[in-house]
């Protein structure tokens, strides 16, 4: 059973507006939770987490939101530049493991 | 620094067969993971190494084994071979085991005829 899911495979965004890519999960014991970019043939590359503590955190151009209340998580991205077309996992964990979503490849439209 | 790097790249067998797949950990890092992704999905976990022990395992079958060596490098064996074992297999490294932050390989993709 898919614990963490991204319900959109893919997304397509003009250079310089914003992409908000979501994520949902259903288990109220993940306490952190993080985003990882991933070019073809390269791992995952860790991008931006967040704490079950808090509901936003900011690292430049990228901002995650986490909504408890909700189980959902959200990354947004602005602006968006080519650079960031890439394949985006969601993924949290329990303190014993981390469970991902299944991506989403998003496209930046230059 | 070295990153996480993985061996082999590409990988054939044939159903039944058994399978090694190795991962050099980042220098500084003492626990390893493994992950399998089937296409189109995201990396499920298959378990943790810390300090030469497994730390953690995953919804995975015995076949599915593994040692971390002194120096922290990882191997992945899998034995009796099956068609759904084709996947691209990450391992990552974490400072200890529990860091939330992992550093990826870029992967070897398994393929079982």
């Known amino acids: 059973d898919q614990q963490v899911k991204q319900n959109s495979p893919s997304l397509s965004v003009q250079e310089g507006r914003i992409s908000i890519l979501n994520c949902d999960y259903t288990?109220?014991?993940?306490?952190?939770f993080l985003w990882y970019k991933k070019y073809p043939a390269e791992g995952p590359t860790f991008l931006i987490s967040?704490?079950?503590?808090?509901d936003k955190n900011e690292d430049g151009r990228f901002t995650v939101f986490l909504n408890k209340s909700a189980k959902h998580l959200s990354l947004h991205i602005v602006p968006s530049q080519p650079g960031d077309s890439a394949v985006y996992f969601c993924?949290?964990?329990?303190?014993?493991?981390?469970?991902f979503g299944t991506g989403t490849s998003l496209t930046v439209i230059p | 620094e070295t990153g996480v790097t993985q061996s082999p790249t590409h990988l054939i067998k044939t159903r039944g067969q058994q399978v090694t797949l190795r991962c050099s950990s980042q220098?500084?890092?003492?626990?390893v993971s493994w992950y399998q992704q089937a296409l189109g999905q995201g990396p499920q976990f298959i378990f943790q190494?810390?300090?030469?022990?497994?730390?953690g395992r995953g919804n995975f079958p015995p076949r599915f084994s593994g040692l971390q060596f002194p120096n922290y490098s990882s191997e992945l064996n899998v034995n009796a071979l099956e068609l759904d074992d084709s996947a691209l297999y990450l391992c990552?490294?974490?400072?200890?085991?529990?860091?939330?932050?992992?550093?990826f390989g870029p992967g070897t993709r398994l393929t079982v005829t």
């Open positions: 220098s500084g890092h003492n626990t």
């Open positions: 967040i704490s079950s503590i808090k």
């Open positions: 990552a490294s974490s400072k200890d085991s529990n860091s939330y932050e992992q550093y």
């Open positions: 190494y810390y300090r030469e022990e497994e730390n």
């Open positions: 288990n109220s014991m993940f306490d952190y």
């Open positions: 993924a949290a964990s329990d303190g014993n493991q981390f469970y």
